[in-house]
């Protein structure tokens, strides 16, 4: 019975979010990036991007800019995160190396890893407690490093607990609210608890970066907004976006960001996304 009744609410809820599209708010402005890769921001609403050489431009809540980063060794980043409170946090596979910057994109370090531990790292993120997630693809394993000490803490096998873990390619892993999600375009978003035990696999293949906020997960199809409800596993449409032309968002507290080719469009976060419970 209590089955049938969470079904009901899921289809019920499905329904309703699906059948109220909404439409976004008038941009604050639009920001032109030659060459824009990855976006991220931080919790007063600032803006984050790097280019695919890896320079990291920093803009106010307004789209205004006020910083650049260009790094002596060119690279593409394949991870740019500033929505931690005191560090930016920046990765790049190509390089094998990821660097650390205060609020202001200081640098404060700049690391490669160890290769007795990490032998070819294709994704990383940053974590709780001083740690780092390292997706290691030399020997398919997930690892916790302390990067104050540059120490493996942990070593997660994953071929031990996934389905056809050879053949895995990990676009990105990320933390958010004391799990890790990784995603696998080809096969799903696999969920991981703080220690790296496996909680579950959403079905969702989702080829662009992870945009999380509260308990959903949204993405772009084409030239709808569609996100996905952790607490109901239910999936809608959103809303209609204004081309089919967006490669994924990312959002703050009180901002929105679409990313086309060349350009990022900056928007305040609409009503109807932060009154989500």
């Known amino acids: 019975m209590k089955t049938r009744v969470l079904y009901l609410i899921i289809l019920l809820f499905s329904y309703r979010m699906g059948h109220a599209q909404q439409v976004l708010p008038d941009p604050i402005t639009e920001i032109p990036i030659p060459y824009v890769d990855l976006i991220s921001f931080d919790t007063r609403d600032q803006l984050f991007a790097s280019t ?8 106010d809540s307004k789209g205004i800019e006020v910083n650049l980063y260009s790094p002596e060794r060119q690279g593409r980043l394949s991870q ?24 202001f994109l200081n640098p404060l370090s700049d ?21 780092l997630w390292v997706w290691d693809e030399s020997d398919m394993s997930l690892k916790i490093l302390d990067y104050r000490r540059n120490l493996v803490l942990q070593n997660q096998p994953l071929n031990l607990i996934l389905d056809n873990a050879d053949e895995l390619q990990v676009a990105e892993i990320r933390e958010f609210k004391n799990r890790l999600f990784m995603n696998i375009p080809k096969d799903g978003i696999y969920l991981f608890d703080n220690q790296g035990n496996l909680i579950q696999k959403i079905k ?5 970066r992870l945009c999380l906020y509260k308990e959903y997960l949204f993405w772009v199809q084409e030239d709808d907004l569609m996100v996905y409800s952790f607490s109901t596993q239910a999936i809608f449409k959103m809303a209609k976006l204004p081309n089919s032309n967006i490669k994924y968002l990312q959002m703050s507290q009180n901002r929105l960001a679409l990313v086309e080719e060349d350009k990022i469009i900056l928007y305040p976060l609409p009503f109807w996304i932060g009154n989500l419970k």
């Open 52 to 59: 695919t050489s890896g320079d990291i431009y920093m803009f």
């Open 80 to 103: 740019l995160e500033a929505s931690w409170t005191a560090n930016i946090f920046s990765f790049s596979a190509d390089l094998q190396e990821y660097r650390l910057f205060d609020r």
């Open 204 to 208: 969702l293949k989702i080829d662009q």
């Open 111 to 131: 690391k490669g890893f160890l290769l007795n531990d990490v032998s070819l790292a294709k994704a990383a993120t940053l974590g709780n407690n001083n740690i």
